[in-house]
């Protein structure tokens, strides 16, 4: 027995292998607000942290972990003309239309967690309706008991407003959820929101970005059954603070 009864995963590096699924995204955005000029299309990217011909983003780039509204404001000053609405709306599109390139057998995997009786949420930066598009082209859509986006009314990471949403609506104190992730962001709304940080290494961030953070730091979900069956049924969050 463990003491979690839910669990809340961020989309995109943890579901989702980010560089493989936002990368062509990313090229696909850029291009179109360049017009197909290259050269265009490259100085856009540097704007938001993307290399375009490497197809690599930068650390700090606001694509990982930021929402749409602060990636358009990173690109506004460099798109006369466009506004923050249609700018949004654009990259919106763009990001339901994005291929998705799973961390690992999501529908074997979430079906297997959902046995154990473990509720699932999602809690992303990005916007509720590619996300939930994302997960029913995934097939796993209808396995999530709750989703969250920026826009859905309860704030974006590192706040813990999606997370604290998802156990209050579950009926779950929040010390029995644990919050999976790839990125810092992700994990300070874990600790924000009182529950355990798990990290996984499908996003961008290595397991020492996020390591002083995570409870424990994974290769990816598909190792999220064997930590619960080894995990121990009185080890709480203010405890693995304490550590």
């Known amino acids: 027995m463990t003491d979690i009864q839910g669990l809340i995963f961020d989309k995109d590096g943890t579901l989702f292998d980010f560089a493989a699924t936002w990368s062509a995204w ?89 046995e154990r009786g473990l509720r699932l949420g999602l809690a992303t930066n990005d916007a509720e309706g590619p996300a939930r598009s994302h997960l029913a082209t995934a097939g796993v859509e209808d396995m999530f008991d709750f989703v969250a986006g920026f826009d859905s009314g309860h704030g974006a990471k590192p706040a813990p407003g999606q997370l604290l949403a998802f156990a209050d609506r579950m009926g779950i104190a929040p010390a029995r959820v644990a919050m999976i992730g790839d990125s810092r962001h992700d994990l300070h709304a874990a600790r924000a929101a009182g ?40 080890r709480s969050p203010a405890e693995v603070d304490a550590a």
Do not use: C
């Open 26 to 114: 990313a090229r696909s955005l850029l291009l179109d607000l360049a017009g197909q000029e290259g050269e265009r299309a490259a100085e856009l990217g540097r704007a938001i942290g993307y290399d375009l011909v490497a197809g690599r983003f930068a650390p700090d780039s606001p694509v990982i972990a930021g929402t749409p509204g602060e990636i358009a404001e990173a690109l506004l000053p460099h798109v006369p003309g466009a506004s923050p609405l249609t700018l949004v709306a654009r990259m919106n599109a763009l990001a339901a239309e994005a291929p998705q390139v799973a961390a690992t057998d999501l529908p074997k995997l979430l079906g297997a967690l959902r």
């Open 195 to 234: 529950m355990r940080g798990i990290g996984v290494l499908t996003g961008l961030a290595l397991a020492a970005d996020l390591d002083p953070l995570a409870e424990t730091v994974l290769p990816d979900i598909g190792h999220l059954p064997r930590w619960l069956d080894g995990l121990s049924a009185d």
